[in-house]
């Protein structure tokens, strides 16, 4: 059975391209175009990983994380923010709320897939 992996992201060109590159190695992908939408499609999917954009409508990316952790069902999940905010603040602050990784854009592809089949043990 394939992993899955939510993908959470208000800009489709982004949402689409990493569908598409997680698909086409074997993943299940779910996607997500707000905050809210994110956390709903978490609790029906049960993923395996989830990628988040920190700046999104409805919900912020943090505010996501923030009511994941909180929620004991997926302390344990691996979460990745995957956003256009660069500044460290902004990447400490998402890994005091308990994010695993912060890929900033433009990431590489290769090495995205290289890294998503670290974390999933593949």
Not at 59 to 70: E, Y
């Amino acid at each position: 059975m394939p992993k899955t992996i939510v993908i959470a992201d208000d800009e489709p060109h982004v949402l689409r391209s990493l569908e598409f590159i997680l698909k086409k190695q074997g993943y299940s992908v779910v996607t997500a175009v707000n905050g809210e939408e994110a956390l709903e499609r978490v609790k029906e999917s049960n993923p395996d990983l989830v990628f988040l954009d920190i700046q999104m409508p409805k919900m912020d990316g943090n505010s996501v994380l923030r009511h994941l952790r909180d929620d004991p069902n997926y302390q344990d999940l691996y979460i990745v923010m995957i956003t256009a905010k660069g500044q460290e603040a902004d990447r400490l602050n998402s890994l005091e709320s308990g994010a695993n990784e912060y890929v900033t854009k433009p990431y590489s592809p290769r090495k995205l897939i290289g890294r998503v089949k670290e974390i999933l043990g593949e």
